[in-house]
């Protein structure tokens, strides 16, 4: 076993592999960027050198620094984690000739995988099933719309040499073609320096199954059984679950064969993931292999209470697998839900900004939660957006299930969009429970799952009056209160105090009523009575009894806003002044505004170009992803103020309109 590792990632990854490092006795090495210094990953490791600026080009993708860094530290082996050089084969090579071990797979097998058109190749070869599509050489357009017609429609246009839904466009007919051509070979190229793509059949309702597989150097392969990812948005993974539902003992032999068949066509060595398609009828298509570890491993190593980062660590250092197939046990259920900085009801844009309250569910069996921030951090814009990752496991599909929806209740964060709101509705529908689903769940069920209770937002507008109302503020004051005027209490000679607190929720304004009333305050909001008794636990959190039931919430109060987290749901309110209202909405409708920090990389527009609500203006990369600009209403298009490569940031007006 070796004695020192350097961890060539950041974030929650890179802390999971120093916990495994540490409980094994080997001394873990950090590399960060400029943006990471004082990043948590980088207080795990024993030690930690910076490697560069912010950009992932600079720093965590600059693969001779990183060398030149476990040279200089006596590393003997790098663990690339998931994400950046975790696939790259030249890196894999360099290492090798560096002296250093790769712990991974060997470099043919990455370039073997690393393009899905040349392992849909070796699958055919192999006999195993694919999906109906063309994964060949040919790159021109006049080729791809010709093979695209020929697929039929729908079909996905797909990266060839990435993953993670980067690069990924779903075509319903031939008239869309072209264009989401060029927004995937774009997207591509700069996820992956690589814009070459495949042009797959659209599935309509198939379900993602995959197989964690784990080989060593002396030929044995086993698998460690499936996880369900079919919970998808953007084609990138939610929820995911291990063992899959419905999946009976024939067809989990029938994919763990064919994954493992699939692994020893190339010689694999180390954790892998092969990933098929689910269909209807039970049938199931080769997709794609991941040479790496997974996000989603944590739900693995729960039912199978093994560390698949100390399988890693063992079989880079040439020992044999620690299991072989007849010895690996499946007990229980496990999820793993995503929390990211993101705004789902906005197509779950990404989000940026300083977490400035985090409450943890609380710990306990079957419970971990896998980060890599803490309260005070920030998430920019230069990196993936997710927070961390929530893991529960139970003794079934009903108990875990159970676990986690109780855990995203108790999970809160304030101070940026995150989703966990979300995750919480999701986790709790109807169908979900009953394991009615498939990749296109949120898309059909997005009515129900977007939708936005009444009551609840009631009860929120009555939480932030009331946290409002200083005559409940029982923290300490920061004046001496010796003067009455210094009182907080509402207090009137001989009528009783009324007072109307206005709060805006996504441009809608409501007023709330307040009345003292002895032993309490009555809250009036669109016409329902609250009764309402309370006050401060500590700076950032009440405990009140609102009509009987007793509700803790945490606030966070700015000078023109309030938020609030409560039982899975968050809430942020705007407090109206003069700048705000119609004026101003008309104002954005005009000028379009940057609703994130990013770069332009595409304008479909020009000045003097006439446009109508939903045509594109302009299309911004950020966190990885492209995000559209539209027109809100019909207008022609008086100045564009970037260029393409230029940097926005959020708020920025990018072009005006003069509306016709």
Not at 452 to 475: F, I, K, S, T, Y
Not at 536 to 541: E, L, N, S
Request: charged share 25%; glycine share 8%; net charge negative.
């Amino acid at each position: 076993m070796f004695s020192k590792i350097l961890i060539a990632n950041r974030g929650e990854i890179a802390l999971r592999v120093a916990r495994t490092a540490r409980r094994l006795g080997l001394s873990s090495v950090a590399v960060y960027s400029s943006a990471d210094s004082k990043a948590l990953h980088v207080e795990a490791c024993e030690e930690a050198y910076c490697i560069g600026g912010a950009a992932a080009s600079e720093s965590y993708l600059n693969a001779a620094q990183i060398l030149e860094v476990a040279r200089q530290c006596g590393a003997q082996a790098i663990h690339p984690g998931y994400g950046f050089l975790s696939e790259n084969a030249d890196f894999a090579r360099a290492c090798a000739a560096a002296g250093i071990v790769f712990i991974g797979p060997p470099a043919d097998a990455i370039d073997a995988m690393g393009s899905k058109s040349r392992a849909k190749a070796l699958m055919e070869t192999a006999g195993v099933p694919l999906v109906p599509g063309y994964h060949g050489d040919a790159q021109d357009e006049d080729s791809l719309a010709l093979e695209s017609r020929q697929v039929g429609y729908p079909q996905l246009i797909k990266a060839s040499a990435g993953g993670g839904g980067k690069g990924m466009r779903l075509v319903e007919c031939e008239q869309d073609f072209a264009e989401a051509l060029v927004s995937a070979r774009r997207e591509a190229s700069a996820s992956f320096g690589d814009d070459r793509v495949l042009i797959e059949r659209y599935l309509r309702k198939p379900r993602h199954v995959e197989m964690q597989i784990f080989a060593d150097s002396h030929g044995n392969c086993v698998h460690l059984f499936e996880r369900d990812c079919s919970i998808q948005r953007r084609h990138q993974k939610v929820i995911e679950e291990a063992p899959a539902p419905g999946l009976d003992d024939a067809q989990r032999k029938s994919m763990g064969d064919a994954a493992i068949n699939c692994a020893q066509a190339i010689d694999y060595v180390g954790a892998g993931t092969v990933e098929f398609l689910l269909d209807e009828d039970g049938s199931f298509y080769f997709m794609e292999m991941n040479t790496r570890l997974q996000v989603e491993h944590p739900v693995t190593e729960m039912i199978t209470a093994q560390d698949l980062v100390e399988w890693q660590l063992r079989v880079a250092a040439g020992e044999v697998l620690p299991l072989q197939q007849s010895e690996i046990v499946m007990q229980g259920h496990a999820f793993e839900a995503r929390v990211y900085a993101e705004t789902p009801a906005r197509d779950f844009m990404p989000a940026a900004g300083q977490i400035r309250y985090l409450q943890l569910p609380e710990p306990g069996e079957g419970l971990r939660v896998d980060t890599g921030v803490r309260c005070g951090d920030s998430i920019g814009t230069n990196y993936d957006p997710m927070i961390a990752k929530l893991i529960v496991h139970g003794p079934d599909r009903t108990a875990a299930l159970a676990k986690l929806v109780l855990a995203l209740h108790e999970y809160r964060i304030l101070g940026l969009n995150t989703n966990l709101a979300f995750l919480a509705r999701l986790a709790g529908d109807p169908d979900f429970i009953a394991a009615e689903f498939d990749t296109s769940f949120i898309a059909t069920h997005h009515q129900r799952l977007f939708a936005q209770h009444e009551e609840h937002l009631h009860r929120a507008r009555v939480l932030a009056a009331a946290a409002m109302l200083p005559a409940l503020d029982n923290r300490p004051a920061t004046a001496s209160a010796t003067s009455p005027w210094d009182l907080r209490s509402h207090w009137r000679m001989n009528l009783p105090t009324d007072q109307v607190i206005r709060l805006e929720y996504e441009g809608e304004p409501c007023d709330v009523q307040v009345k003292r009333q002895p032993g309490g305050w009555l809250f009036n909001c669109a016409g329902h009575d609250y009764r309402l008794a309370g006050s401060w636990i500590d700076q950032q959190r009440m405990r009140v009894e609102l009509n009987r039931e007793s509700v803790e919430f945490a606030v966070l109060r700015d000078a023109d806003s309030i938020a609030l987290a409560c039982q899975g749901q968050a809430f942020k309110f705007e407090i109206p002044t003069a700048i705000h209202g119609a004026e101003s909405a008309a104002a954005d409708a005009d000028h379009p505004r940057a609703p994130m920090s990013g770069a332009v990389v595409a304008l479909p527009v020009a000045v003097g170009d006439t446009v109508e609500a939903g045509d594109q203006l302009m299309i911004i990369e950020a966190m990885k992803m492209e995000h559209a600009i539209v027109a809100q209403v019909a207008a022609s298009v008086s100045e564009i103020l970037f260029a393409v490569g230029d940097q926005v940031e959020e708020g920025d007006t990018l072009v005006l309109l003069e509306v016709e």
